[in-house]
């Protein structure tokens, strides 16, 4: 494994997120109409913050490897970290798959409740409340260990934490108001992002 080689890795990750992400975007939005939306500008900033440390600055890095931009914090090329970092990602996908099949026409990109949305409590929903989070939290873990640059590793994790910290309350709150005795009784029985731990 070369640096250039986990950056390829790097891509084919997002890639392969936007292959999952995309068409079941498109799908829903044309069959499913929004009943309640929360979205409002502190959480479009937060979206563009996440966009931004997973997205723009490790896709950006990657792809001007030539010009050599933020490769001044670049750091000594560890092969097996890189490795972990492809497994992370692999592990990553397939849970970001396992969400959207089994959120279905329940998902929803932010803050919004779906006309007839249920309350999904099975599949790796079971484990914990919010797996596609959690899924992210390894996207976030995999860009640190493939990029391995003291800037761009990180961003993921800097960008998708801020989200998370302060969208999960209000979430969780729609949800409660949505959902009521169910979802408390769901909230009690699961953890967030780690099964048993968080
Ligand atoms: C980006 S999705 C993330 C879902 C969940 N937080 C997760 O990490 O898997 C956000 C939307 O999913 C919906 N949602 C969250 N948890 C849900 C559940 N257990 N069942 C059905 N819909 C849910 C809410 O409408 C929320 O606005």
């Not at 799908?27 to 979206?47: P, Q």
């Amino acid at each position: 494994m070369t640096r250039l080689m986990a950056e390829i890795i790097f891509l084919v990750g997002v890639f392969g997120w936007g292959a999952i992400r995309i068409p079941h975007e498109v799908k829903n939005k044309r069959k499913n109409r929004i009943h309640v939306s929360a979205v409002d500008r502190r959480e479009r900033v937060l979206l563009l913050i996440s966009l931004t440390g997973l997205g723009i600055v490790p896709i950006t890095y990657c792809l001007t490897a030539r010009f050599g931009l933020l490769r001044f914090a670049d750091y000594g090329f560890s092969p097996a970290q890189a490795w972990a970092g492809a497994a992370v990602f692999a592990a990553a996908l397939a849970l970001f798959l396992a969400t959207h099949r089994q959120l279905g026409r329940n998902w929803s990109q932010t803050l919004e409740l779906r006309e007839g949305h249920t309350l999904v409590t099975h599949g790796v929903y079971r484990l914990v409340r919010h797996p596609m989070y959690s899924a992210f939290f390894l996207w976030a873990l995999a860009q640190l260990l493939l990029l391995q640059n003291w800037i761009v590793g990180p961003a993921g994790f800097v960008g998708f934490g801020l989200l998370y910290a302060f969208r999960i309350g209000r979430e969780e709150a729609m949800m409660h108001e949505a959902f009521g005795a169910d979802y408390a009784a769901y909230a009690a029985r699961t953890r967030r992002i780690i099964p048993y731990l968080y």
